[in-house]
């Protein structure tokens, strides 16, 4: 099992196993002895090495697939054409057509899916977008520089995820999506890393420098590094300015012009991860597409926004327009 499920939705779903409101029944992984560890500790009783073979002797409600991107098969069409609902962990692909193709087979099947966009269920993200109904949005900003080293090999290759700005910021492009709607045009400018420039094994542009347009007029641009690798040091920042109004948002505070609006009590909040993992399952048993925040459909335009980017970065610049790219054109 790999690091998101084991770290992230595992520890999210379980107090929902502990209450009786879910029942993990059935594990799958390559590697069959992390999957029976956590069926183990889970209290499921089918361990499989192929989805195939699970989807088809399971009768499952709901699945949660966490795969890296350029790992995707037909497991998911394949679920849902058996009605079974999805939790798809992002980012869902680095090929546009192949997402497209889920969308629509999900589409199709009127099942619940949801994208792992987690900052949506911030409590800090819903105070932003309550003070935004009130003001009239102009620019907005990412600053991500990530620090320390990569701790798997996948999320260190272009080829294998896209980049950092496809595999970490996309959590933050989306973000700013549920702020501010959706995005219809790209384009970016990237720092790239020699071959052999190291430190191994990442190949990755050294930073990432993105304009976008919203569908609503804002502008924004986001700006990613991945150099800071042997020190502390890290930034991340997300501003929204409207008319006479910079909010800076963070997961347990929010500021609007210098000053506190909102802050987790005692500087703790409840996990995103569990907010979303009660939200998917609360949409499943109600069997209701429309309850979640980031369903797969949508979250197309996440996705178009950060590859489309990436087809600007190596177009020299070239202004992308995300519902052209998105559909192949």
Known sequence: MGHIPVHAHLPALAPLVESG???LQAFCDINAEAAREQAKAFGAQAVYASHEEMLEKEELDAVYVCLPPTLHQD???TAVDKGIHVFVEKPVSLDMGQAVEFSQAIEKAGVVSQVGFMSRYYPSAEVVQELLAARQ???AQILKFYSGKHIRYWTSRYELCGGSFVENTIHTV???RYFLGDITK???FYFERQPGAGPEPINMPYVYCVNYRFASGVV????T???LTNVEASRSEVLIISDDSLIEWSTNEVLENGESVWQAKDGAYRSAFSFQARAFIDAVRAEDPQMMRSPYGPSLNSLAAVLGANASAENSGVVIDLQDFTFGN
């Open 186 to 188: 790209a384009s970016a």
């Open 174 to 176: 989306d973000l700013l």
């Open 137 to 139: 949005p102009r620019h």
């Open 220 to 223: 924004g641009n986001a700006t």
């Open 225 to 227: 590094s991945r150099v």
């Open 21 to 23: 409101e879910v029942v």
């Open 75 to 77: 497991e998911i069409t």
